[in-house]
């Protein structure tokens, strides 16, 4: 079955101690969208500009990652940049410059209306809900955010999740949209809102998922060397409903092993610059890594 992804498709300038990269392949859409593909067919859907690398429409075409729902404007492509700290952990946001993102209504093609997976990656509540409602019936659908919309979208947010059946948010955003501090009594608040499932990201530390049948503690791959987290997080939820989508039975079957398949790809992002080092991926790999992370964490 397919995956129906929706979000950000950017270009994206990284800074780390080490090293500076501008105008690599980025997006919430597009990180998802290549980590899906290793597992199941993706639609894409997202805008560029005119000035977006033939390059990149190259490699989502290797993902064999269908473009029909990526608009292509004419203008900039939305650029953003951001700068690691030592620790790799904490980012800040040196620019942003929207492009032809401004003006973006998400319009999908009839093929990707009868999706039965869908994943609204990191983008504006507002389209969000604009790709639902041009959905027919979909069989989970699962959401990703970040502070930003916390702070200027609120209310759209909290009408989304209740059409959501799975929602993902990294800890610091559980804890502002709950007021929170204990993750658990988050979980709870935030089913409370609505999703069946929800899934808070830890960065390094992996992720916790709550559930109709309890918690299931996801473990991040460890890594010796980060070179690059930037999308990290996009990609661990898209490996996850790649897995999802091609997993035979129902998600509650599924979810703790295509978490733990989405945690792995996540891994990967994290050892190159932008998509270098996912783009190069193969599904064999993956598993290698699965059997690894499974091993270090058994009991
Ligand atoms: P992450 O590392 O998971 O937080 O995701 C980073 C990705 O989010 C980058 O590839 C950016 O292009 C993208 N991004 C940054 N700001 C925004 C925004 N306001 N809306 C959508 N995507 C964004």
Not at 42 to 49: E, I, M, R, S, T
Not at 52 to 80: C, M, N, S
Not at 285 to 294: A, D, M, P, S, T
Request: charged share 20%; hydrophobic share 40%; net charge positive.
């Amino acid at each position: 079955m397919s995956v129906l992804i929706v979000g950000s498709t950017a270009l994206d300038s990284i800074k780390t101690p080490k090293a500076e990269n501008p105008r690599l392949l980025g997006g919430s859409a597009s990180h998802a969208a290549v980590a899906a593909s290793f597992f199941s067919p993706v639609n894409l859907v997202g805008v560029v500009g005119d000035d977006f690398p033939k390059r990149y429409v190259q490699l989502y075409q290797r993902h064999h990652i269908h473009l029909e729902g990526l608009q292509v404007r004419p203008g900039k492509t939305f650029h953003w940049s951001g700068e690691y700290e030592t620790n790799m952990n904490n980012r800040r946001t040196l620019l942003t410059e929207l492009g032809v993102f401004e003006t973006f209504t998400p319009e999908l093609p009839a093929a990707y209306r009868t999706a039965p997976f869908v994943l609204l990656a990191n983008i504006a509540p507002a389209l969000q809900h604009h790709v639902l409602d041009q959905m027919r019936r979909p069989k989970f659908v699962v959401a990703d955010t970040m502070d930003l919309w916390l702070n200027i979208a609120l209310d759209d947010l909290l009408r989304l999740l209740r059409r959501l059946d799975g929602f993902v948010l990294n800890d610091s955003e559980a804890r502002q949209l709950t007021n929170d501090d204990n993750l658990l009594s988050a979980l709870k608040k935030l089913h409370q809102l609505g999703p069946k499932y929800v899934i808070i990201k830890l960065g390094s530390h992996g992720s916790i998922l709550s559930g109709p049948k309890g918690f299931f503690l996801c473990p991040a791959y460890p890594l010796r060397t980060v070179v690059d987290p930037t999308g990290a997080g996009d990609s661990f939820v898209g490996g996850m409903m790649g897995f999802l989508a091609a997993a035979k039975g129902g998600v509650e079957k599924n979810i703790r092993q295509a978490m733990i398949h989405g945690s792995v790809v996540a891994s990967f992002c994290c050892e190159g610059f932008g998509l270098q080092r996912t783009a190069k991926l193969n599904r064999a790999q993956i598993e290698k890594r699965v059997r690894e992370l499974k091993a270090m964490t058994r009991v």
